[in-house]
């Protein structure tokens, strides 16, 4: 079982819609939790954090922990077309372990 | 602040050469540096993780005698591919972690895209 899971997409949503981005993990242990966007040909870069259940949200973006159910979702509301992306979960317990990632399209 | 530098950004390289890739923290020391390697259309793998001062901890399956990490400073690190084939050609990343701040913490530098002829 790997231990961060996410659906590879592709997930395309048009321009001004709700994206929806999901990832579930299977250690409980887990402590952190972190989305990040990667762009073709870069680095990925950090866009949330998130440590307690419930939601958190900044911008545009809100993100979903709930422990008990070992998922953490991400949500970008008003999604542009420069959000199209692939988008990593990762958890924190010692070390990082990052999910295959959901490729995002954003049509105009 | 908290920005991390590679050096160099893309090199091609002829088979049976070496390659060093530097990794810097520019405007924090880091405890911890991270190398990952990401193939086409697949997420970051983990290669190692190196502390300043200590020997590199490499995940299963990095050959550690083909991928030399030294972390000589609390700013530098570098990645050292020996001996490069074809099936080394991938995106290398690097990250590091402040030594002030959680250790959850990482800061990506922007890759380093080998091509292995």
């Known amino acids: 079982q790997k231990e961060v899971e996410q659906n590879s997409g592709p997930l395309s949503v048009p321009e001004g819609a709700i994206a929806s981005l999901n990832c579930t993990y299977s250690?409980?242990?887990?402590?952190?939790f972190f989305w990040y966007r990667q762009y073709s040909g870069k680095s990925p870069e950090l866009i949330m954090s998130?440590?307690?259940?419930g939601d958190k949200e900044d911008g545009r973006f809100t993100a979903q922990l709930n422990k008990a159910s070992q998922y953490v979702s991400l949500l970008i509301r008003d999604s542009q077309p420069s959000d199209s992306a692939t988008y990593l979960c990762?958890?924190?317990?010692?070390?990082?372990?990052f999910g295959t990632g959901t490729s995002l399209t954003v049509i105009p | 602040g908290a920005v991390v530098s590679q050096h160099p950004s893309w090199v091609i390289c002829k088979s049976g050469t070496s390659v060093k890739i530097e990794c810097r923290s520019l405007?924090?020391?880091?405890?911890?540096m991270f190398w990952y390697r990401q193939f086409p259309k697949q997420s970051l793998m983990l290669m190692a993780t190196?502390?300043?001062?200590?020997?590199?901890?490499?995940e299963q399956g990095v050959e550690k005698d083909k991928f030399l990490i030294n972390h000589a400073s609390l700013t530098l690190s570098t990645l050292t591919v020996t001996s490069a084939h074809p099936e080394d050609s991938s995106f290398y990343i690097c990250?590091?972690?402040?030594?002030?701040?959680?250790?959850?913490?990482?800061?990506f530098g922007p890759g380093t895209r080998l091509t292995v002829l």
């Open positions: 190196s502390n300043e001062g200590s020997k590199a901890t490499y």
């Open positions: 250690d409980r242990g887990s402590q952190s």
């Open positions: 405007d924090f020391q880091a405890t911890t």
């Open positions: 998130i440590y307690s259940n």
């Open positions: 990250s590091a972690t402040p030594r002030q701040g959680g250790t959850d913490t990482q800061y």
């Open positions: 990762a958890v924190y317990r010692s070390q990082f372990y």
